[in-house]
């Protein structure tokens, strides 16, 4: 298991859940406080997730 730390602003946080779990099982989002999210992956799926997060990253600001 593979994880990725994102903070993004509070607003974000659904949008980018919906994203992520719409995206055939790639990963769950977990939450910390707010925008600092656990984004959490199978390791065989890293580029795939790499690459969403990416794409996601030009729609709204996200720290990686």
């Known amino acids: ?3 990725r730390r ?3 602003s509070a607003r974000d946080v659904v949008f980018l859940k919906g994203v992520i779990e719409a995206s055939e099982g790639l990963a769950c989002v977990f ?3 707010g925008g600092d999210l656990q984004v959490a992956a199978p390791e065989g799926r890293a580029a795939e997730l790499d690459a ?3 794409e996601l990253g ?3 600001r996200m720290v990686r």
């Open 52 to 54: 969403l997060l990416d």
């Open 58 to 60: 030009a729609e709204i």
């Open 6 to 8: 994102v903070i993004v």
């Open 1 to 3: 298991m593979l994880v």
């Open 31 to 33: 939450a910390e406080h």
